[in-house]
């Protein structure tokens, strides 16, 4: 008898598993009590480099208004940070491709200020730690050559930007080959530097967060690669990703004028784009049936990245707590930034709709 109870017991675990719900909810238990709460608002943004040739940077004015309207004292980018990307090049076996596709090459800017990543990282915080009320040509060159060789480009971009434009020009740690590629960096289809990296500039701060993180990914075996794409590829060729497809079409019809970004803007942050993202990309993969499992692998992937990234961002926040911060990254991480930063305490979610309007 007693060995027939423990069988059925067994068979009840999984079950039971499935329907446990943890007593606590930190979302549950908002503060402080008193004083400023960290407000938070995620900006969600097609990736600029891949729009339609239609796209004009200048019709981005009227959404810069209406985020500088709103006044965030910091701004947190899809970026990897320089010492992130330092490193990821200690283990060339898992990160060779998040190397060569996300992390600056910073060889230029050592050469020009003697500064290593780790060095320069250092060398900026003091900078800053001690930065006056209004900083001198020279100084904001110093710092942006800083920046450069810390691997934060964007960062660099906002001291460059604030420059008058007769200032920037070489010296002070800026020489002919830094100065290049930060004047390529002002017009890159980047919606860090355009938008991003332009806000700070208009708003008087002083650089931007790079808060993307790429840990969680690794090189896959050969053999694993045609399949894995393939099965991701499959389980995306669904009916809400149809839906998706012709709904970002039509969300960017118009990306040569200022409504019109506005019209894609308000589409990729509406709130029933959520339930789309899921539905089209993570949840098929979710269910994808491959023996390996590639697509369960695939979102442990995504939901490990998004998990560090709102890491990233609350820790940015402890900096200063009670202020404001914009957050602009790729539409579909959108969802998952808003739902991990409000489990989070001292962080209130804003809804970015009503400041896109």
Known sequence: MHRILFALLLLAAPATAQTYHPPFDPSAHKGPRTGPPNEVAVLGSPHLSQLPDGFRPEALAPLLDRLAAWKPQAIAIESLSGA???????YPYRYADTIDSYCADTAAARAATGLDVPTANAAFAKILADWPATPSAAQRRRLAATFLAGGEQASALVQWLRLPPAERRAGD??????????????????????????????LGLERVYAMDDHSADRMMAKADEAPYGAAIQKAWDNPAGAKRRVRDG?????????????????AFNAPDMAAIVYASDFGAALEEPSPQRFGRQYVAYWETRNLRMAANIRDMLGERPGQRALVVVGASHKPYLDAYLHQMHDVHVVDVMPLLR
């Open 84 to 90: 992130q990307c330092d490193e990821l090049r200690r």
């Open 173 to 202: 740690g800026l020489d002919t080959t830094l100065v290049e590629r930060l004047t390529k960096l002002a017009t890159r289809h980047d919606e860090s530097l355009m938008i991003a990296a332009r806000l700070a500039a208009r």
């Open 250 to 266: 039509a969300a960017q019809r118009d990306l040569a004028t200022g409504p019109g970004i506005l019209t894609m803007y308000r």
